[in-house]
């Protein structure tokens, strides 16, 4: 069983330039753990006021672990991914 999440990044003050940019995978899943020693996944993890976006699951139930992106340029940069956690 999974729960997943669309994904995209609005500009938090939409209500002056009205911006939505495309994220850098177009949903993430998030598997349910096998069982006491499952990984939790996250999701997408984020702060207002931080460039960071750490998207923890399966991007587009493709490629499965913890993805570190930098919001630079209007764009986001993949600075490094882990693999999944046993």
Excluded at 7 to 22: A, E, K, L, M, N
Excluded at 53 to 78: R, S
């Amino acid at each position: 069983m999974t729960a997943s999440s669309p994904s995209f990044q609005v500009d938090p003050d939409i209500r002056v330039s009205g911006h939505v940019y495309d994220a850098p995978f177009s949903y993430i899943s998030m598997p349910m753990p096998a069982g006491e020693n499952g990984h939790d996944y996250l999701g997408p993890v984020y702060q207002l006021k931080s460039r960071l976006l750490i998207a923890d699951g399966c991007l587009e139930e493709k490629k499965c672990g913890t993805f570190y992106y930098e919001w630079t340029a209007n764009k986001f940069k993949l600075l490094r991914s882990d693999p999944p956690q046993p």
